[in-house]
């Protein structure tokens, strides 16, 4: 039978070609999108592909989209093996200004509802359906800008790079990858933080050196872990990452 996933926010970028190269390795691909029309125009691309997709509307800072949907896959398919949390927003535009003096928290509260507290809210709801797979993954989209250990470290890549709202979101999320990942040690789940790379999308711009086939590797290599890989860590194409 065919693994089972769900990606969040497929409908372009990072998380569309996550899901191309799932479907690929022969997964049934649920492409999550908060507007159903993109949903459903990805997952019809996926399919004019050759691939076996479904679309989902799911806004992850709704409540009532996320309970619809685990409804709707506990109903389908009884279970889920693969949960990709890839949907995420940046609300800060230049990336060279350090605004943690004066970003409004409204600011901060609307990236963390997407990059924190959606991600956690799904996650749960889907737990159920995770533990009914033999080989759960939970990948969660995060980010080497949410690195705290390379934030505090003068010379480190990132160092100059210091957007308040979405790099401590994505420090919270590996927090959240970390506690959930020891709250299943004693069960097959297995959690873990991507760092995709530096890759060209609408929210990594043109300037960014990977492209999309690359950029969506790490997922790919995390959603898919063999029993004895790792879980509760950070990770990009294989190499881990400081917290
Ligand atoms: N690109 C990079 O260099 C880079 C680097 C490190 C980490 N990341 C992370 O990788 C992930 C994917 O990024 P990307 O570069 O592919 O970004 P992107 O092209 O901007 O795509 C983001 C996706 O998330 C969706 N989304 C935003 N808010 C949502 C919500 N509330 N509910 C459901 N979907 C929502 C967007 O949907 P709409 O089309 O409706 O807006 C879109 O599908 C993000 O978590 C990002 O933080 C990216």
């Known amino acids: 039978m065919k693994k089972l996933a769900l990606v969040t926010g497929a409908n372009k970028g990072i998380g569309l070609e996550t899901a191309r190269q799932l479907a690929q390795k022969g997964v049934h691909v649920l492409v999550g999108a908060r507007d159903l029309k993109k949903a459903t125009a990805a997952a019809e691309t996926l399919r004019a592909e050759g691939f076996s997709a479904d679309p989902v509307a799911l806004d992850v800072t709704k409540s009532a989209d996320i309970a619809a949907a685990a409804a709707m896959i506990g109903e389908k398919f009884g279970h889920l093996d693969i949960l990709v949390n890839n949907a995420g927003i940046m609300v800060e535009g230049d990336w060279s200004v350090n605004e943690s003096a004066t970003l409004p928290v409204a600011k901060i509260r609307e990236t963390f509802d ?11 709801a889907l737990l159920p359906l995770l533990a ?29 790079t210091k957007l308040l ?79």
């Open 132 to 160: 009914k797979s033999d080989a759960g993954r939970i990948v969660n989209l995060s980010s080497i800008l949410g690195s705290l250990t390379l934030h505090a470290t003068p010379g480190s890549p990132i160092y100059g």
């Open 165 to 243: 709202a979405y790099n401590v979101s994505k420090t919270a999320l590996n927090g959240f990858t970390v506690h959930l990942a020891h709250a299943l040690k004693d069960t097959p789940i297995k959690v873990n933080s991507a760092h995709p790379g530096w890759v060209k999308t609408d929210m990594g711009g043109e300037s960014a050196p990977m492209e999309l086939a690359d950029g969506a590797r790490t997922s790919v290599e995390l959603a898919l872990l063999p029993a004895d890989g790792p879980t509760g860590g950070f990770f990009h194409l294989g190499d881990p990452l400081p917290f």
């Open 114 to 124: 997407t990059n924190f507290f959606g991600v956690i809210e799904l996650t749960q």
